[in-house]
């Protein structure tokens, strides 16, 4: 039977679990939104942790709190950092917009354990989640903190470096196939030729932009609204105590942070983040682009275009013996979709800064960080189980170019535009290969059909 001790707030007594670290007000939260399965990401607990042990050392510099204490906080943040007390923050992502309960859960835990480590030292000091964790802070300055803080650790730590690793098998592949001429297609109709390697070269360049997009909105989510506490002005925290708390964050994640200038517009506003899932979402148009040309590429193996092949992972069909399927990229465009659609989420979420504060907070930073973590796992597992396997088969290619009547583009400086359609046209009526059709229509000779049309000219 599942044991409970007495915790209480402002609102009188709550029962909690024995074994949790968490206390009244986290429980709280816990029974009064039941709903969905979406928790709160540890990225942001992570993060959380993070401006607790800065504000921490702050606020001992300033001799707001004692160094005994401060010492606690640092070393139960450092501890949840590491990820020790993941299973003690359960709180649910459909809660106050503010993020005030996930805040708490965080001033709770990191109480709890300061006080353990506290008592292990012997000291009979007591840390209290509100007037020493949460001090010179508000939910509604440190949640947008850990929001960016959680952002630019996810795009720099997990998306950026899958990001690049497909671009450099996409490299690789683009210069073993740059002499492998195929025939181009757009409209989804025959087109004149290019090298596979050159159509690769377009998916590499788009990650190339891709990552430069991405990269440049990092400077953005460095500003931090640590400082502002409730309503941007300040009130309850020293005048450069934000400054002082992002050097902090700074020098313990490696990344520049720095306060913001105008802290009204970070408690109300998340365009920063906004403009940063644009660029994700333009990242998944790209990916869903690429997965998509492999798919049709790699579409047969006897009835459909068969240029290239890709690995066969697992059995295709519950009915079809020895059919394979193009499962990775399906799973990258079902992320494509998911992507598209939290950039809606995150731009609806965004737009609704009532006054002082945003108030859509946990949602906007939950799709991010889904966002990421999808478009991550995502190119990493299509690099390995899909793009580095990605082969060139040879004969079907050279029979596209043979049979296609796009050819003919390269007659139009000798016999003009509409003779190669009439030839074009011929060939296609009559069945015939181009050749046959352009010598049988009279205006070239055999020797300056093969004179003028050679597809390594026409790349």
């Avoid at 913001?260 to 869903?288: C, P, R, W």
Wanted: glycine share 8%; net charge negative.
């Amino acid at each position: 039977m599942a044991e409970f001790r007495i915790e209480k707030d402002t609102l009188g007594e709550v029962r909690v679990p024995v074994d949790k670290y968490w206390g009244a007000q986290t429980q709280r939260s816990r029974e009064n939104f039941k709903i969905g399965e979406e928790k709160m990401p540890k990225e942001i607990v992570y993060a959380f942790a993070q401006v607790k042990k800065a504000a921490a050392a702050v606020n001992v510099q300033s001799g707001k709190l004692s160094d005994e204490k401060g010492s606690a906080i640092s070393m139960a943040c450092t501890e949840i950092i590491e990820g020790k007390f993941d299973a003690h923050f359960p709180l649910s992502v459909w809660q106050t917009g503010s993020g005030t309960q996930t805040n708490m859960n965080v001033n709770e835990v990191a109480a709890r354990r300061a006080n353990e480590i506290l008592a292990e030292s012997g000291l009979t000091v007591t840390i209290h989640p509100n007037d020493d964790v949460n001090m010179s802070q508000s939910s509604n300055d440190t949640f947008p903190t850990a929001m960016h803080i959680a952002a630019v650790k996810g795009l720099a730590e997990q998306l950026l470096p899958a990001l690049q690793a497909l671009k450099s098998t996409l490299k690789l592949k683009e210069a073993a196939f740059n002499e492998v001429i195929k025939i181009g297609r757009t409209h989804l109709q025959d087109a004149t030729p290019l090298t596979l390697g050159q159509e690769i070269s377009g998916w590499r360049a788009m990650l190339e932009k891709d990552e430069k997009m991405i990269t440049d909105t990092l400077v953005y989510l460095q500003d931090l609204a640590i400082g502002g506490t409730a309503v941007g002005t300040g009130i309850n925290a020293e005048k450069n105590f934000g400054s002082k708390v992002a050097e902090k964050i700074h020098k313990q994640t490696g990344y520049p942070f720095r306060s913001s200038e105008n802290k009204f517009q970070a408690l109300t506003s998340h365009n920063e983040l906004v403009h940063a899932h644009g660029s994700l979402k333009a990242l998944a148009a790209d990916l869903m682009k690429i997965a998509n040309d492999v798919r049709w590429l790699a579409s047969g193996p006897r009835s459909g275009i068969g240029e290239i092949s890709i690995p066969a992972n697992e059995p295709g069909s519950s009915i079809m013996p020895g059919k394979v399927n193009p499962t990775q990229s399906e799973a990258l465009t079902m992320i494509s979709c998911q992507v598209i659609g939290n950039d809606t989420t995150i731009g609806m979420a965004a737009s609704q800064g009532n006054f002082e504060l945003n108030v859509f907070k946990p949602v906007i930073i939950y799709n991010f960080m889904q966002s990421v973590k999808l478009l991550a796992e995502g190119m990493r597992s299509f690099n390995d189980k899909c793009a580095i396997g990605i082969e060139a088969n040879l004969d079907i290619i050279s029979g596209h170019v043979e049979k296609s009547l796009m050819l003919v583009t390269a007659l139009n400086p000798h016999i003009g535009y509409e003779k190669a359609a009439q030839i074009a046209k011929f060939a296609f009526s009559e069945n015939l290969t181009l050749k046959e059709a352009a010598v049988q229509s009279g205006f070239l000779s055999e020797e300056q059909y093969d004179d003028w049309v050679k597809p390594e000219k026409m790349i």
